[in-house]
């Protein structure tokens, strides 16, 4: 037992031995205490509570620029998304045009082309017999525009449009229907105006020129004037105021306020009176067959007034030539026409054999 207690311990010995003589060895290390460690947790305990703290506080105390900030990234976040869709969107509907534009130059192309082989087909059969009719009736209209507006001939076109609704009215066509209104409507206008017989106006003119030379001139008008009787003389009246009043009695002193009193014509100016007549005369003539009223007024109206004032009215021939140039000048040569072109319009619509809408109109 004292053996054992006196001898060291087979480490320690070892220790020692290895040791430096005359050193200790360092004493052995520990860990961290639990203190330590409790210390440290309370502070990160403090330090997460004061964060929280100060952001709460932070979130109550300002809440508006919290609200604007988010409002703010809200919006930006918007911008961005409409002008991502509105970017898409342009470019589909770019392609959409493009595509578009495309298919209706291809419809176009093939109704040109349709058109074309129709026609060519139409043109290889013979003409049928409503085809006859309705070339027919489209001359008819034609002339029936030109003589009306160049010519204005009312009644001649008049016939020609009644002609034309005739042919129609032979085909027994419902289609013509739109054409027939307008001819019915063209007939009503021109049956309205009142009809001026230009040729029988003209005729009556050149009769009354062929009688110019038969007018006889204005002959002078002899008056009876009885001579005043002098006045009494008186004894106070001397020789010299008698001999007065018989020179005055010699002479008469006539007065026209209205009118001078012209000389006769001779007979050179007598032929120059027929030349100008008949020069008149044929104005107005002219001015008639140019329906132009304000011409034809004039013209008649001088030849009115060169009757009147060089030829003798008492004669039977100048005073029914007179009373003709009376009625002739009352006469308007002049009235408003209207338009009868929406029949022959009508008419070259129905006659396209195209689908594209017709481009001849008349004007």
């Not at 066509?173 to 021109?190: C, G, H, K, M, N």
């Amino acid at each position: 037992m004292s053996e054992l207690n006196e001898s060291p311990p087979e480490d320690t010995a070892i220790q020692a031995s290895d040791s430096p003589k005359g050193e200790l060895s360092p004493p052995p290390r520990r860990g961290i205490s639990g203190a330590v460690l409790f210390l440290v947790g309370i502070i990160a305990l403090v330090a997460a509570g004061t964060s929280g703290y100060l952001l709460y506080l932070y979130q109550t105390a300002n809440p508006l620029e919290k609200l604007a900030g988010d409002l703010a990234v809200f919006e930006q976040q918007t911008q961005t998304v409409q002008d991502a869709l509105l970017d898409q969107l342009t470019g589909l509907r770019d392609s959409v045009n493009e595509r578009l534009t495309q298919q209706v130059a291809e419809v176009a192309a093939l109704k040109q082309q349709l058109s074309a082989l129709r026609n060519q087909q139409i043109n290889a059969a013979a003409p049928t017999r409503r085809e006859w009719v309705l070339a027919e009736v489209e001359y008819l209209l034609r002339i029936a525009n030109h003589r009306l507006v160049l010519e204005r001939d009312a009644a001649g076109a008049l016939q020609m449009l009644r002609a034309a609704d005739q042919n129609l009215a032979g085909l027994e066509d419902f289609s013509l229907t739109p054409v027939r209104a307008q001819l019915a409507e063209e007939i009503l206008a021109l049956d309205r105006i009142k009809q001026v017989d230009m040729q029988g106006i003209f005729l009556k003119l050149d009769a009354l020129k062929n009688e110019i030379d038969q007018l006889p001139l204005r002959l002078p008008t002899y008056t009876r004037n009885t001579p005043s009787q002098p006045a009494s003389t008186e004894t106070s009246t001397s020789l010299w105021q008698q001999f007065m009043e018989r020179l005055k009695s010699a002479f008469e002193f006539r007065r026209y306020d209205k009118q001078g009193v012209k000389p006769l014509l001779s007979p050179q100016e007598a032929g120059y009176l027929e030349l100008n007549l008949r020069l008149m005369f044929e104005r107005a003539q002219l001015a008639l067959l140019r329906r132009d009223a304000t011409l034809y007024q004039s013209s008649v109206g001088d030849i009115l007034r060169w009757i009147e004032e060089y030829i003798n009215l008492q004669d039977p021939t100048a005073e029914q030539m007179h009373q003709v140039l009376v009625e002739l000048e009352q006469v308007d040569i002049e009235q408003a026409l209207p338009d009868i072109s929406g029949s022959l319009n009508s008419l070259l619509q129905l006659r396209r054999y195209s689908e594209e809408p017709v481009q001849e109109t008349v004007e």
